[in-house]
Nanobody, 126 residues
Framework: QLVQSGGGLVQPGGSLRLLCRAP????????VGWFRQAPGKEREGVSC????????IYADSVKGRFTISRDAAANTVYLQMDSLKPEDTALYFC?????????????????????WGQGTQVTVSS
């Protein structure tokens, strides 16, 4: 069970940080991804962090602006979002995908992720 926090309303150019808390001892076995879905659009993969914490991937639309990271001791994965744009407005989800112990696998395919957080709204507007 993944529990999300963070998000909210921010002006264009601003920053927000999303948090995704996972059950204890799970992060070394799961890749964790962030996805988003805007009204009327399909769910989009934003970023993913491997179970060994060493590999990351990003959608082209967020490269250079978003950063995924984790605190394994706190069982938490973060998505730092900087230089936010109105087109980043969406409902954001974290999700976990079994990868095995300490592997470098990542993915942005939502269908491969079986455990999902509850979602948190991010609105970028002046």
């Amino acid at each position: 069970q993944l529990v999300q926090s963070g998000g909210g309303l921010v002006q264009p150019g601003g920053s927000l940080r999303l948090l995704c808390r996972a059950p204890k001892y799970t992060l070394p076995y799961y890749a964790v991804g962030w996805f988003r879905q805007a009204p009327g659009k399909e769910r989009e993969g934003v970023s993913c962090l491997s179970s060994n914490g060493g590999e990351t991937i990003y959608a082209d639309s967020v490269k250079g602006r978003f950063t995924i990271s984790r605190d394994a001791a706190a069982n938490t994965v973060y998505l730092q979002m900087d230089s936010l744009k109105p087109e980043d407005t969406a409902l954001y989800f974290c999700a976990a995908k079994w990868e095995g112990y300490n592997t470098n696998g990542t993915s942005l395919r939502a269908s491969l992720f079986l455990s999902w957080g509850q979602g948190t709204q991010v609105t970028v507007s002046s």
